[in-house]
């Protein structure tokens, strides 16, 4: 069984930065395909970062390129490093995992294995 798990979530004040964290269990996580998303209440969920198995390709949003950073352990970890953070950020954050072929998406329905979502607060 797919598990994901996400940590480091929590409220910061604009500037400031956070790293949250993705584990991965019950799967050959280096054949897997990983992004982060995030959603607020009564939005759609939106794609904002994607990396490959090995890290060759990663993809952004362009409303977070330049602040935000994804990278993934050769163990079971991703790993999404926020800087600058504005309040337009806040959101719940979740990681998600499909497994090869695959590719750097920011489709909903190209996952198919999802966290239950950290919390990203960002106050002005």
């Known amino acids: 069984q797919v598990t994901l798990v996400e940590s480091g979530g929590g409220s910061v004040q604009a500037g400031g930065s956070l790293r949250l964290s993705c584990t991965a269990s019950g799967y050959t996580y280096s054949r897997f395909c990983m992004g982060w998303f995030r959603q607020v209440p009564g939005k759609e969920r939106e794609g904002v970062a994607a990396i490959s198995p090995k890290s060759r390709s990663t993809a952004y949003a362009d409303s977070v390129k330049g602040r935000f950073t994804i990278s993934r352990d050769n163990a079971n970890t991703l790993y999404l490093q926020m800087n600058n953070l504005k309040p337009e950020d806040t959101a719940i954050y979740f990681c998600?995992?499909?497994?090869?072929?695959?590719?750097?998406?920011?489709?909903?329905?190209?996952?198919?294995?999802w966290g239950q979502g950290t919390q990203v607060t960002v106050s002005s």
């Open positions: 998600a995992a499909d497994a090869l072929p695959c590719g750097v998406t920011f489709r909903n329905n190209d996952y198919h294995y």
